[in-house]
């Protein structure tokens, strides 16, 4: 019965330090990818906040140009029109807003 649990930790001892090897080289790579993982997080959240000061800067630049539109807009009346040389229409005609399409109402089936 010893002989059996001495040959049993020889063997052991024997890949004693293939184990050893194995288990540093695996944390050695869990360290590497943690540290990669880390770093594109990182990378990640700073194009995010720059992309975040893109968008507050468009978004003013946005308001600023609507805000210019609806007071051009505002300043457009018949008056304008006639002193830019603009004439009343002869023959006035509209756009029907009737569906060109047919269809059947439920009540007529």
Known sequence: MTQ????????????????????????????????FLVQKAIVNVVEREKITKEIRKRSTSVSELETKYFSIKSSVNIE?????????AEVVSYISKKPITAFVSYNEL
């Open 4 to 35: 059996i649990i001495a040959d049993n930790i020889n063997s052991m001892f024997r890949y004693k330090e293939k184990v050893f090897v194995f288990l540093v080289l695996g944390i050695v790579i869990t360290a590497s990818v943690y540290i």
């Open 80 to 88: 304008l029109a006639h002193a830019k040389g603009f004439k009343d």
